[in-house]
């Protein structure tokens, strides 16, 4: 879209790690708090709180993802 607007920018993509141990628990407050987090939603359910606790499990402990920083000039 910037490029299209004629906007410069610089766009810099960090991997990142996040320790996602505490949502294998689907008790645990800040493995819930994090799980919300990641799906932007802080209405979930029970039963998607543990369904995406149970798929984290299937994980590990770590998991990776892209972070990217845009500045616009």
Same mark, same amino acid.
């Given at each position: 879209?910037?490029?299209? %607007?004629?906007? $410069?920018?610089?766009?810099? !993509?960090?991997? *990142? $790690? *996040? @320790?996602?141990?505490?949502?294998? /628990?689907?008790?645990?407050? /800040?493995?819930?708090?994090? @799980?919300?987090?990641? %799906?932007?939603?802080?209405? %979930? +359910?029970?039963?998607?709180?543990? $369904? !995406?606790? +149970?798929?984290?499990? +299937? ?6 993802? /892209?972070?990217?920083? @845009? @500045?616009?000039?």
């Amino acid at each position: 879209m910037l490029d299209s %607007l004629g906007i $410069k920018y610089d766009l810099k !993509v960090y991997l *990142t $790690k *996040t @320790i996602i141990t505490s949502c294998h /628990d689907p008790l645990n407050l /800040d493995g819930r708090n994090m @799980i919300k987090f990641f %799906l932007d939603n802080p209405n %979930l +359910s029970e039963e998607e709180i543990e $369904k !995406v606790s +149970s798929y984290l499990k +299937s994980v590990g402990n770590i998991m990776k993802h /892209d972070m990217a920083l @845009i @500045i616009t000039k």
